[in-house]
């Protein structure tokens, strides 16, 4: 997963909150299951890794975050975890599997 893997659990986990779909003493035992998947972290993005997100994100409407783990995906030969109608689409028309 990008860096900013343990950033985006905690916003997802904030807007469930905030939407009232999980109550704030809850989040430290979702973040205690996010940590047990263990994800294996990419290295720092390379300027050239940088680059080729912005034009992957530009070309498919997506965030630069959004984007971020459809060139993971793409680089690494791996198949993307996203329920985002858009990730999905992106990772799609570049030949990356999605998980169903």
Known sequence: VPLLWHWECGNVLLGLVKRGAIQLPEVPSYLELMRYANPQMDDSPSAHV????????????????????VELALRRKATLATFDQKMKTAAANLGVACME
Not at 50 to 69: F, K, M, P, R
């Open 50 to 69: 940088q680059h080729a997100t912005i034009e992957l994100a530009q070309l498919a409407g997506l965030s630069y975050y959004d984007a971020s783990y």
